[in-house]
């Protein structure tokens, strides 16, 4: 991750809005209904403003710290795929960073930075820029095990009909697996894997596979054209 700094006047007074950068997206044009892999600036700020909106309403509600809880948990939900992390805590499952994924996200950090600071804060169009430029799909995986390193060695793959896609990663690095207290495996853990958008079928149902070194295989499926 890097950060940028951005000053400018709003309002008249100065605006230093400090935004975390990372790793998302794009490539062609594709129909509405199918994985982002390009956007306008316009459209990008449409995504701020769609991610920023719920939040300055939760904190004008008269219980903010449980609407903004609310929000939160909804906007996690928007991009996942495979199993309710709710109803399934130990199910597989993959959350897509799509290009809205991270513009919506940033919406929320400019409400609650605006609310902090009581003053206007926007994400300044060369960090806007940036998320859309750059050509890959940031995909963050789930999975459960039965000891703290069972995904060490994991490799994935996606599946578009006889087509296998591999991320651009060298190296996958899980999380050292962390207890689960619910019912199925003992411990769950976290990992990041990155696909090139050039080399994916935004308008195809996919099957994210989770190769594990013992040849066990955990499968997530996700139709893409449903995927913002």
């Not at 795929?81 to 597989?92: Q, R, Y």
């Not at 696909?195 to 013992?214: C, E, G, Q, R």
């Amino acid at each position: 991750m890097g950060f940028g700094t951005h000053t400018r006047k709003h309002a008249g007074v100065e605006l230093i809005v400090v935004f975390s950068m990372a790793m998302a997206t794009m490539y062609g044009a594709v129909p509405a209904q199918a994985l982002d892999v390009k956007l306008t600036m316009d459209e990008a700020k449409k995504a701020l403003e769609a991610g920023r909106a719920p939040m300055e309403a939760a904190y004008k509600a008269k219980n903010p710290d449980e609407e903004v809880k609310k929000v939160m948990q909804q906007a996690a939900l928007t991009t996942r795929v495979g199993a309710d992390p709710v109803a399934d805590p130990c199910g597989a499952s993959a959350v897509l960073r799509t290009k809205r994924y991270w513009l919506e996200s940033f919406g929320r950090v400019e409400a609650r930075e605006s609310e902090k600071q009581k003053k206007d804060v926007r994400m300044p169009e060369e960090k806007i820029q940036k998320y859309l430029d750059n050509p890959y799909l940031e995909t963050e995986f789930q999975v459960c095990g039965d000891d703290e390193y069972f995904a060490e060695g994991v490799t994935v793959v996606l599946q578009q009909g006889n087509k296998k896609i591999h991320p651009v990663d060298n190296e996958i690095k899980p999380e050292r697996g962390r207890k689960n207290d619910g019912q199925g495996p003992a411990y769950r853990t976290r990992f990041t894997a990155r696909f090139a958008y050039n080399s994916l079928d935004p308008h195809a149902k996919t099957v994210m596979m989770v190769v594990y070194p013992d040849g066990k295989i955990s499968e997530i499926e996700a139709d893409f054209s449903k995927v913002k």
